[in-house]
């Protein structure tokens, strides 16, 4: 059974940085491309960022590009997403997905999600 366990969340001004973590387990996780998706208040659930098996490849969302940072450590079973520059606009669930292939870059092969973290950032 997969599961996946964010940790990190919290309280920041605009402008801070947060660090998210997620430990995978029940799965070959470096066998499988990683994500974080998030949803905010009142809409839907939007990518991220994602990373390939071997943490060689990123994708990211068009609006924390530059400020939002994917990695892993397949020796760790562990992803991250280190926040910078947040604005009050990341206010979100963040959530970690496991992609159900070795792919990361087709959204619709995230099939496992954690219970998601809270992010949440104040003016």
């Known amino acids: 059974q997969v599961q996946l366990v964010e940790s990190g969340g919290g309280l920041m001004q605009a402008g801070g940085s947060l660090r998210l973590s997620c430990a995978a387990s029940?799965?070959?996780?470096?066998?499988?491309?990683m994500g974080w998706f998030r949803q905010a208040p009142g809409k839907e659930r939007a990518f991220v960022a994602a990373?390939?098996?071997?943490?060689?490849?990123?994708r990211y969302a068009d609006s924390v590009k530059g400020r939002f940072t994917i990695s892993r450590d397949n020796a760790k079973n562990t992803v991250y997403l280190q926040l910078n520059s947040l604005k009050p606009d990341d206010t979100a669930v963040y959530y970690c997905?496991?992609?159900?292939?070795?792919?990361?870059?087709?959204?619709?092969?995230?099939?496992?999600w954690g219970q998601g973290t809270q992010v949440t950032v104040s003016s």
């Open positions: 997905a496991a992609s159900r292939t070795i792919s990361y870059g087709d959204l619709d092969n995230f099939g496992s």
């Open positions: 029940g799965l070959p996780f470096k066998n499988r491309g």
């Open positions: 990373i390939s098996w071997n943490g060689g490849s990123t």
